[in-house]
């Protein structure tokens, strides 16, 4: 057992918040906590009903209501491994050098080389930080990060790998049925039942976008026919549980990453029965588009569904949200049951976000910095340090590499780019210390596959903070958003005589933060 010897502290209350002198000093001789980050794959902050969206989800609720609820954390590429890898390294993309996504293990059909460089034992990561501390590190779901085995997982279990060799037997059957009744998604056979609306969609596609690729995506849709038990994310919340329940007495970090409700967007019974399409209200922002976003497949394939198929979408996709909500109850159970929970850091967020059917689109590859797919859930619970709190702090991906090496009492790279949450959430800081404004990108990837830091042509960046959202898109266009009074993201304000100052500060701040991030070298 790892034991850190800490100076005992008085804690007082100031301002309704938690005061301590350091975030270590928490209570004499007391073992590091253990940390339990669940991260979701393509969630959007929106549909969550602790963000006052229309999925019920009561066991994520709970943390909020015992910890913190983050009303403006951004990831800073929304885009799969690109953000993966800020979380784990604390940097941005053009820092890190992984800016598409890195598929060899996650897709081994995928042919070389359409994969990316991604992350190396070299880099350093909260991780291998954590692990040299004394904590057992493990990672359970969804990786989308390497080819390489790092060496502070010894305990691993990803999608595509080791889930695909222990159902190998059940998917072999389903090949067997009719070709109608089973999907193909990187050699899964999955029994996958479509409905009409969507068998529709497929129907009408033959001349549509891109042909093939459009029906390849319509035919990943639809009720999955497979026990829950058998289910990829099922399966990943059961290691999960194993492992809590296992665990000795070093410290424990695992990750649980889901892959929902990231396509294929598939869903067992119950939960595909638990919402009515009919029902289901569209967003108000639906039909408000910019033209330059029309031709992205993200946009198409809306424009495919109609508005049943759009219905039928949410229908899958909330149906997904709500059974990663009753895996997140059963981490909570398991943490609760072998008495860990009081002393674990419980992280829960998203790599990115949805479009949902906002602005007209659906997933992500769409080219924009909508809110929809850059804001990301994102809550903490720890009552040693947390009181229960809802936070405007323009926040994000980028500062849970120091937030959490800062509650293990880990000193932080100095290389970090981000900034520690736990002296603004304990009183010990002013939010006006805190960084005003939080950034996102979209960076090309490099022509041969492999990493490459630093500047490059044809960026495009966002800038949100402050109320303002500033985007400067690699074709030279601005848009400016005023998100106090237009949240949906209707109106560019950018040529707005009125809006002159506020949008040379935004780009002021951009300017600096490249300046910051070695944008230049």
Sequence with gaps: MKLIVRIPILLAVVAGLVSVGRTSERAAGSQSPDIVIILCDQLSARVLSCYDGPVPTPNIDRI??????????????????????????????????????????????????????????????????????????????????????????????????????????????????????WMDWYDWALPVRQTPTFLEAVRQAAAGWQGKAYVDFVTKMGRLDLPLAKTFDVRVADKTVECIKRAGAAPLMVTCSFNAPHDPNVVTSPYYEMFDPAAILLPENGDVREPQHEKSWSRQMVVGFGERGLREFLRIYYASVRMLDDQVGRILTALEETGRLDHTTVLFTADHGDMVGGHGMAWKSNGSFYDEIVLVPLLIRYPPLFRPQSCDLETGLIDLMPTLLDIADQPCPAASQGQSLVPFLTGMKPASEARPFSFSERVPSNPDNTRQRGARPGASFMVRGQGWKYIRYSNGSQVLYDLQHDPGETVNRIDDEACAERAKTMAAALHKWLEQTSWQQ
Excluded at 131 to 157: C, I, N, Q, V
Aim: proline share 6%.
């Design 64 to 181: 909020t209501h015992e910890g913190v609820l983050f009303r403006n954390a951004s990831c800073t590429f929304p885009v799969c491994s690109p953000s993966r890898a800020t979380l784990a390294t604390g940097l941005y993309p053009h820092s890190h050098g992984i800016t598409y996504n890195v598929m060899r293990r996650d897709y081994p059909m995928v042919p070389s080389p359409a994969t990316q460089e991604g992350l190396k034992a070299a880099d350093v990561t909260t991780e291998s930080i954590l692990y040299r501390a004394g904590y057992a590190t493990h990672f359970y779901g969804k990786w989308h990060l390497t080819d390489e085995d790092l060496p502070y997982y010894s305990d691993m279990f990803t999608e595509h790998d080791a889930y695909a060799r222990e159902m190998a037997s059940d998917f072999e059957s389903v090949r067997g049925t009719d070709r109608d009744s």
